[in-house]
């Protein structure tokens, strides 16, 4: 049965937009697992700047490698890190609004500073630094930017805890005998699902800004591994002699992020209760007496 948001979100151009473009990726990405037209990492030389065309319908770079089939290994590592980071950040800062939120006092106002500290440090100073000592890695880049917006969404997440949890529903499930942890599942998450998705977007699209732009400098994925940001460094030092090439990575990174952030806008439409209010209030005529 078809979840009851997902109509309301292809109704909206940005949710259908989003909706559309991350699907794409995403089986991009699964078919990239099983199939690309070249084998990424072959190069061919007598094939060097290939223009764009059959077989090479993207063109080659300047070591003969098809671009279309680049862009197809590196959607594998872009969905890889854009979801492995939205996983940890959504654990990390469920995991601190709780703490934040619903236990003693000087627990909650510890984690509150914690978060403020956390909070300071810019994910991609942080992921570099990691990644010179530890060196470049997807991982570091995941669970960088994993914690790092963990942080975010627990400082945008917590004092909307507190306000349902101050609700008359929610009163009134904890004296029937519901449990804090029955309460936070049943009750307060789904009441903050729309903010916590907003979110949760914004930090798998940076995730995906994160992988290109420390790949781009030599900190995230490494030379073996396909990745956008390491295909838009190789290709930007030929960007005067051949800027078509250039074009498809900056365009697949500027198009990922630009569909996140906008699903993630028709999902908060879709799932927010009071935004679906306000608008049938705005597209219901006045009557005039």
């Given at each position: 049965m078809m979840p009851g948001w997902l109509p309301r979100l292809w109704r909206t151009s940005t949710g259908?937009?989003?909706?559309?473009?991350?699907?794409?990726?995403?089986?991009?990405?699964?078919?990239?697992?099983?199939?690309?037209?070249?084998?990424?990492?072959?190069?061919?030389?007598?094939?060097?700047?290939?223009?764009?065309?059959?077989?090479?319908?993207?063109?080659?770079?300047?070591?003969?490698?098809?671009?279309?089939?680049?862009?197809?290994?590196?959607?594998?590592?872009?969905?890889f890190v854009s979801v492995?980071?939205?996983?940890?950040?959504?654990?990390?800062?469920?995991?601190?609004?709780?703490?934040?939120?619903?236990?003693?006092?000087?627990?909650?106002?510890?984690?509150?500073?914690?978060?403020?500290?956390?909070?300071?440090?810019?994910?991609?100073?942080?992921?570099?630094?990691?990644?010179?000592?530890w060196g470049g890695s997807l991982w570091v880049v995941i669970w960088s930017v994993g914690i790092g917006f963990g942080v975010n969404i627990a400082r945008v997440t917590r004092p909307e805890l507190r306000r349902v949890q101050q609700s008359d529903f929610v009163l009134a499930a904890r004296a029937s005998g519901l449990t804090t942890s029955q309460s936070l599942v049943r009750h307060l998450l789904p009441n903050v699902a729309p903010v916590f998705i907003v979110q949760l977007s914004w930090s798998m699209a940076v995730a995906v800004l994160a992988e290109?732009?420390?790949?781009?400098?030599?900190?995230?994925?490494?030379?073996?591994?396909?990745?956008?940001?390491?295909?838009?460094?190789?290709l930007q030092r030929y960007i005067g002699v051949h800027p078509l090439s250039v074009i498809w990575p900056g365009l697949a990174i500027t198009l990922t992020v630009l569909a996140l952030n906008l699903l993630g806008d028709g999902l908060r439409e879709a799932t927010d209760p009071t935004l679906r209010h306000r608008a049938a209030e705005i597209h219901t005529p006045a009557v005039v007496a």
């Open positions: 259908r937009f989003g909706l559309i473009v991350v699907a794409i990726i995403a089986v991009t990405a699964l078919v990239a697992l099983l199939w690309t037209p070249f084998d990424p990492q072959e190069s061919d030389v007598r094939n060097r700047w290939a223009v764009p065309g059959w077989p090479h319908l993207l063109g080659t770079d300047d070591t003969g490698r098809d671009i279309l089939s680049l862009l197809m290994a590196g959607a594998r590592t872009t969905v492995g980071a939205g996983i940890i950040a959504t654990l990390v800062g469920i995991a601190l609004a709780a703490l934040g939120a619903l236990t003693a006092r000087w627990l909650r106002e510890t984690v509150a500073v914690l978060v403020d500290i956390l909070i300071a440090f810019p994910v991609l100073i942080i992921a570099m630094m990691i990644s010179s000592v290109a732009g420390l790949s781009y400098l030599g900190f995230g994925a490494s030379v073996t591994e396909p990745s956008w940001g390491l295909l838009l460094a190789d």
